[in-house]
């Protein structure tokens, strides 16, 4: 039984059994994924999952199920199930989407990266590796390579009329770097994402790596105090990922966030905008409708420092009295809706990387972040981290410091941007790469070498 078939099939039982309002949603994800080491394959995966939930009004609430298997007899399992559930739910129903909004006309599938046969990839990374270890005596392993290919296929039909379907995939790489000279031992790692084999710059990606990796020889302890700090793309990304939740209008109306009542009021740096962008020709997260199959759209969520909106899906919204911004996010299935931004990001400037720490008389540059998960508390924006970065002195980058502390808080921190980079890049936290920022330079933050 196709797709199609089987929403016909639940939506007409479903009726008999007194649901009012019922929708199927369909995803099928593909990935391939392989694993590294010393020029042999470590590890090799690949899988395909189809799925499919119900969600549906029965007495008043809203009941889930979910089901891999597309049949007659599913049909009246999953509306059971889902009708069980709906009996024991206490919350607000959820609201249906009518399918009325405009929809923008993108297409985010890459037919080429589809194409690509596991081979080519395998090349990709024996060629990656084998540079690695050549550009470098110091140079002692890979610690972690592995490139991961996704694709993902959606489609969301209700009793309202709703009918859309949307496809995304991308690929990534991620190589991490083993260096040792005399007794120390660093490591480093690059993380490149794309939709084109071709674009992956075997030399390129093997410098980086290794480049970052040699970057922190030589670590030396500087006094610790209050610095200006300049945080690198990526570490900048990272940190935004971990506060992303105070934007989200769910956390707001459960009294999480600080922003609760602040719309229209600064809370940041003048010369910062934060955008969500579904529309990113290369963005994990593009696409033209939301896990509700609301519209997505590019929305301003800071604009020069002010606070414009929240991210809402359909039930927040309806709380606050507004539309939905597009936002509704289930991260399977299998999952309930939440909210998510798509391809969330510091918009750039056109400063350097380097003109940011070139008037520095003393600083320090961050270049990554650990701990986020146990470090930082999204309620208040208070954080202590462990930090690897370089000492800056007169301008110019002295060399690597030994592991730092930096602490602060994430609501001063954005108050205290003075310059954005022009240098955009998505954070590899968790692998998930939709949330980005340029390089960041920060007034001051407290940093603890040891």
Do not use: W
């Not at 899988?47 to 049949?71: F, H, P, Q």
């Not at 589809?114 to 590796?129: D, P």
């Not at 808080?409 to 980005?436: R, T």
């Amino acid at each position: 039984m196709d797709i199609k078939q089987f929403r016909d099939r639940i939506f007409e039982e479903g009726r008999k059994l007194g649901f009012t309002n019922l929708e199927v949603y369909y995803e099928k994800t593909s990935n391939f994924n392989v694993k590294l080491f010393k020029g042999e394959i470590d590890g090799h995966e690949s899988s395909t999952v189809n799925g499919v939930s119900v969600r549906g009004l029965y007495d008043g609430k809203m009941g889930y199920a979910y089901t891999e298997r597309l049949d007659e007899d599913t049909v009246h399992f999953l509306l059971e199930n889902a009708k069980e559930n709906a009996l024991l739910i206490e919350d607000e129903p959820e609201e249906l989407y009518d399918g009325k909004g405009e929809y923008a006309d993108y297409n985010f599938y890459s037919p080429s990266l589809e194409q690509t046969s596991a081979e080519e990839k395998i090349a990709l990374m024996k060629e990656i590796e084998r540079k690695i270890y050549e550009l470098d005596d110091r140079v002692v392993q890979t610690d972690y390579a592995v490139l991961s290919e996704q694709s993902f296929e959606k489609a969301i039909f209700n009793n309202k009329g709703l009918e859309v379907n949307d496809k995304n995939n991308f690929m990534y790489v991620v190589f991490s770097v083993v260096v040792k000279e005399g007794e120390e031992i660093k490591s480093g790692f690059t993380f490149k994402v794309g939709k084109d084999l071709s674009k992956f710059n075997a030399d390129e990606i093997a410098k980086e790596a290794v480049d970052r990796a040699l970057s922190y020889l030589g670590g030396k302890t500087y006094p610790n105090k209050m610095y200006p700090v300049i945080l690198q793309n990526e570490a900048a990304a990272s940190l935004l990922a971990t506060f992303v939740p105070i934007f989200s209008a769910e956390a707001v109306q459960k009294g999480q966030s600080q922003l609760k009542g602040k719309i229209g009021e600064k809370i940041s740096s003048d010369i910062l905008t934060l955008i969500d962008d579904p529309f990113l020709p290369n963005g994990l997260r593009s696409g033209t409708f939301d896990s509700e199959g609301v519209p997505t759209r590019k929305l301003a969520i800071v604009e020069n420092g002010k606070l414009q909106t929240f991210f809402y899906n359909l039930k927040t919204a309806k709380k606050d009295g507004v539309e939905s911004t597009g936002h509704g996010y289930k991260p399977s299935y299998q999952g309930t809706i939440g909210i998510s931004p798509t391809n969330f990001y510091i918009v750039p400037s056109e400063t350097s990387y380097e003109q940011l720490y070139c008037d520095l008389e003393e600083g320090i540059i961050i270049t990554n972040l650990a701990g986020l998960h146990s470090g930082a508390n999204q309620i208040s924006g208070d954080f202590s981290l462990a930090a690897n970065g370089y000492y800056v002195k007169d301008g110019e980058i002295v060399g690597a410091t030994n592991l730092m502390t930096i602490a602060g808080n994430f609501f001063e921190l954005l108050k205290d941007v003075e310059q954005v980079g022009s240098d955009l890049a998505f954070s590899p936290m968790g692998m998930q790469g939709y949330i980005g920022s340029p390089s960041l330079k920060i007034k001051s933050l407290t940093v603890t070498i040891d």
